[in-house]
Each structure stands twice: as C-alpha cells, then as structure tokens.
C-alpha cells in the first residue's frame, strides 16, 4: 500500500516541497534523492491535506 508523502529540500539556497508516492518516508526521500542528487532532504512527512492546500508542493516527475 502506498502513501503520499511530502518531502522538503533545500537547493541552491532555496527551499522547495514535493509530493512522493512511497511505502515509507525513506523510499520518498530516496526516490527525490535520485531525481535532485545535489539537493539536501530537509525533512519527510505523511501528506497534510489540509496545510499542503495553502501551499501546495510539486509533485515529483514520474
């Protein structure tokens, strides 16, 4: 079962958000790893609805 997770990056000096559909947090951050090696993961977390309506991440390419 997949969830929806958004990961938060840093790069260049600027943050940024994306939204992964993973197992679990760390294949989410590995699978945004692998698309931006030089960005640095900031944090991961479920998908909040909610919150991610006011400012919506991007979603990773697929």
Do not use: C, W
Request: glycine share 6%.
């Amino acid at each position: 079962m997949q969830s929806q997770f958004t990961v938060g990056i840093n790069s260049e000096g600027k943050g940024d958000r994306i939204v992964v559909r993973a197992e679990d947090a760390l294949v989410a951050a590995l699978r945004v790893k692998a698309e931006r090696p030089s960005a640095t993961i900031t944090y991961v977390r479920r998908l909040n609805r909610r919150g991610d309506q006011r400012h919506p991440p991007h979603r990773l390419a697929d």
